[in-house]
Each structure stands twice: as C-alpha cells, then as structure tokens.
C-alpha cells in the first residue's frame, strides 16, 4: 500500500516554474515506477510523464517535452515535477501515481495522490 500526498501548486503567470512534490508513505516506494498526469475542467485526465522505480529512465508527453522536467529522491520518498515555462493551456489539477512499471496508461497506476492545482494565468 502506498499513499501519495502532492503539494506545490499554486497560481503563477505565463512564463513562470513550479515544482510540485509527491511525497508517498510507505517502504516499498523505490520499488514503483510513478506517473504524474493532469486534468484540466472538461476534459479527460492526460499522461505527463513518468519516471522509473532507479530514477534512470523518463519518458514525457510530447507537449511537456523541454519545460518539464521528472526527478525523485528515493531516500526522502518524493517524486518531483519541474514545470518551466508555464503556459496557460498548462492549467489543470496535477496527479502523482504510482505503478509497477513505466506507462502512459492512467488505468494502470494502482494508487493515486489526491491532486493540486496549478492555475496560470496568462
């Protein structure tokens, strides 16, 4: 069992950076691959990126592709998401999730943070 709590969101102007963190309970967290996804109002949850269980391998959407960046602490149990150059269109309540292996695939991720926003205006 992992619980997976986000934080980091907020509202900031087009251009800006955040980093959100998802900080996960449990001693089985460096054996999960973890996801970060999003969904903005009205529309279907998307894949952002994912990052293996070591840290070696990441892979994003191709809309993140160089302003977002993955990276985890396996030490402090936290998955981080560096988001760089905010775009409006970037605006949508953020997931971590955590799964056995690498996906895209939300229906895969067997556990789920509850969320934060990222707001950016433009």
């Known amino acids: 069992q992992v619980q997976l709590v986000e934080s980091g969101g907020g509202l900031v102007q087009a251009g800006a950076s955040l980093r959100l963190s998802c900080a996960a309970s449990?001693?089985?967290?460096?054996?999960?691959?973890m996801g970060w996804f999003r969904q903005a109002p009205g529309k279907e949850r998307e894949f952002v990126g994912a990052i293996s269980s070591g840290g070696r391998t990441t892979y994003y959407a191709e809309f993140v592709k160089g302003r977002f960046t993955i990276s985890r602490d396996n030490a402090k149990n936290t998955v981080y998401l560096q988001m760089d150059s905010l775009k409006p269109e970037d605006t949508a309540v953020y997931y971590c999730?955590?799964?056995?292996?690498?996906?895209?695939?939300?229906?895969?991720?067997?556990?789920w943070g509850q969320g934060t926003q990222v707001t950016v205006s433009s």
């Open positions: 999730a955590a799964n056995d292996g690498l996906s895209s695939l939300s229906y895969e991720y067997d556990y």
């Open positions: 449990g001693r089985t967290f460096s054996t999960y691959a």
